[in-house]
């Protein structure tokens, strides 16, 4: 797996790509599960969030580490 990653010149740890895009991934699963109700059934919102964050950060990292060049 890549170190880091440029951008323009400036090196960029490549955990911080892969977090950003986790985010967005997030975000818009939270915009999906929002409107149809399905934080009634979570007992805390902020905790089930950070571990969808996890979870999706660990699945981007996954394929990031497949499609990389060795």
Excluded: K
């Excluded at 440029?6 to 090196?11: A, E, N």
């Excluded at 955990?15 to 986790?22: D, H, Q, T």
């Amino acid at each position: 797996m890549i170190g880091e990653l440029s951008l323009y010149g400036v090196f960029v740890p490549a955990l911080l790509v892969w977090a950003f895009l986790a985010v967005l991934a997030t975000v818009a699963l939270r915009t999906i599960l929002r409107p149809i109700g399905f934080y009634r059934l979570v007992w805390h919102p902020a905790l089930f969030d950070v571990a969808i964050f996890v979870i999706l950060l660990g699945g981007v990292v996954a394929l990031a580490s497949q499609w990389a060049p060795t």
